[in-house]
C-alpha cells in the first residue's frame, strides 16, 4: 500500500485548504512544519484526524523522518526561494514524490538544474509550480502547441481580476518582483532583460486589449521542457498590479525603481508590514477572483495554435490542483521521474479535464 501524503506548512492559509481537499478526498495524510502547536490547530480546523510532525527545513534529519514513510509531500511553505529546496531534497532523499505551490520562478529553475539528476536517479518526480501558478498555463500551452511544433515563439498571458493575496503570496511576490529573473529566447535561457514598456495583448471577451507587462512566470522554466519552441514569452495584464485602473498602463515604467528599491533595507519593512495583514482572503472573497490564461503557439511555418483556460478562486484552485497531482502520484502505477513541469508529470487534457469539476474550462483553437 502507498504511504500518506504530507503537507509541509500545514498550518498556513494555502496548507489548511491543502489540508481541506486531503480530508474531503478521503486520502490517507500527515500534517507536517515548524510548529507542532499550530500544526494540532489547523487539523482540528480542517476536522481532520492527522498525525502531526513537527520538523524545521534546515533539519535535514528531522525532514527526512518526517517524510521516510510518505508517498508524496505537498510544500506549501514558503518564499520557496529561502525555504522550498530542503523539502524537495528531502523528499528525493527519502524517495518521496514532491509538489509545490511556488509562484517563484528561479527557484524553479535552481530545482531543476540541482535536483533534476538526482530525482532521476532515485525515481522520484518533483514538480515545482503546481498550483494556479503554473498549472493552468503549462498545460493550456502544451495542448496549444500540439501539432504546430517546431514553434518560432509561444506566448503565455495572463488577466486576473479580483484577486486577494495571503501573506505568503506578498512575501513571495516581493521575492519576484526584486528582479533576477530569466527569459527562452533563441532556444536558451538567458537573464531577463526589462521587457516591454508599452505592450498590449488581445484578450477575448468580455476583457479585450489590454496593457501588459512581462511576468516572471514559471511558463518561461516548464515550457521549453515539453515543447519544441525558440522563445517563450510570458505576459500579464497590468491591472493586477494598479492601485487604480486608470493608472494600470503605467505600471511597467514603474517596475525598475521597484526592483532597485527592494535590493535595499526597505524590503524588510515591507516584510515587516505584510505581517501585520490579515492571513489571507475570505472564502467569499477568493471565490470573486476571475483569470483568464491565453496561450498562442506560433509555428515556423506561419501557422498557429491557441488555447484558452478560464477560472476563479486562484488559491482553491490551487489545492485541489496539487492534491490531485500528490493522489496521481502516490499511485503504484506511477512511473515518471526527474524534476518535470505539470504537462510533464501528467496527462494535460486529463489533468484539466478533472479540474473542470472545480470551475476551471478551456479551449483549444487555431489550425492552418
Known amino acids: 500500500m502507498p504511504g500518506p501524503i504530507a503537507v509541509y506548512g500545514a498550518s498556513g492559509y494555502t496548507g489548511k485548504l491543502v489540508l481541506r481537499e ?3 478526498r478521503g486520502l490517507d495524510h500527515v500534517a507536517a512544519g515548524r ?11 480542517a476536522g481532520s484526524d492527522a498525525p502531526v510532525r513537527a520538523a524545521a527545513v534546515d533539519d535535514r534529519d528531522a525532514m527526512r523522518h518526517v517524510l521516510g514513510d510518505c508517498a508524496a509531500v505537498i510544500n506549501c511553505a514558503g518564499p520557496f526561494t529561502f525555504f522550498g529546496e530542503p523539502v524537495a531534497r528531502a523528499a528525493v532523499e527519502t524517495g518521496t514524490h514532491y509538489v509545490d505551490t511556488t509562484g517563484e520562478q528561479p527557484y524553479m529553475q535552481r530545482i531543476f538544474e540541482r535536483l533534476g539528476e538526482p530525482a532521476r536517479a532515485a525515481e522520484v518526480a518533483v514538480v515545482p509550480g503546481m498550483g494556479f501558478d503554473y498549472v493552468p498555463g503549462d498545460l493550456i500551452a502544451h495542448l496549444a502547441a500540439e501539432g504546430h511544433e517546431p514553434l518560432r515563439e509561444l506566448v503565455v498571458a495572463y488577466s486576473v481580476s479580483g484577486f486577494g493575496a495571503t501573506r505568503g503570496t506578498l512575501h513571495s511576490g516581493l521575492e519576484m518582483m526584486k528582479g533576477g529573473d530569466i527569459a527562452y529566447r533563441d532556444g536558451q535561457w538567458v537573464p531577463a532583460s526589462g521587457g516591454p514598456r508599452r505592450a498590449s495583448f488581445s484578450f477575448p471577451a468580455p476583457i479585450g486589449r489590454r496593457p501588459v507587462m512581462k511576468y516572471p512566470s514559471g511558463e518561461i522554466v516548464t515550457v521549453p521542457r515539453h515543447v519544441d519552441t525558440k522563445n517563450v514569452v510570458a505576459l500579464i495584464d497590468t491591472r493586477v498590479a494598479a492601485p487604480h485602473p486608470a493608472v494600470a498602463p503605467l505600471v511597467p ?7 532597485l528599491t527592494l535590493k535595499t533595507p526597505v524590503r524588510a519593512l515591507l516584510d515587516v508590514a505584510i505581517d501585520r495583514l490579515p492571513e489571507g482572503p475570505s472564502e467569499e472573497d477568493r471565490r470573486a477572483a476571475q483569470f ?3 496561450a498562442v503557439a506560433r509555428a515556423e511555418d506561419g501557422r498557429e495554435g491557441a488555447g484558452v483556460v478560464r477560472g476563479s478562486d486562484v488559491y482553491g484552485l490551487t489545492a485541489v490542483s496539487v492534491v490531485h497531482g500528490a493522489e496521481l502520484m502516490a499511485g503504484e502505477r506511477y512511473d515518471r521521474a526527474g524534476v518535470l513541469a ?13 479540474l473542470g469539476d472545480h470551475g476551471v474550462t478551456y479551449e ?3 489550425g492552418p
Do not use: K, W
Open 35 to 45: 510548529s507542532a502547536s499550530r500544526l494540532r490547530e489547523a487539523v482540528d480546523e
Open 253 to 259: 515604467f514603474t517596475t525598475p525603481a521597484l526592483e
Open 364 to 366: 483549444l483553437g487555431g
Open 22 to 24: 486531503l480530508v474531503r
Open 292 to 294: 483568464t490564461i491565453v
Open 342 to 354: 505539470p504537462a510533464s508529470a501528467f496527462d494535460a487534457r486529463q489533468f484539466l479535464n478533472y
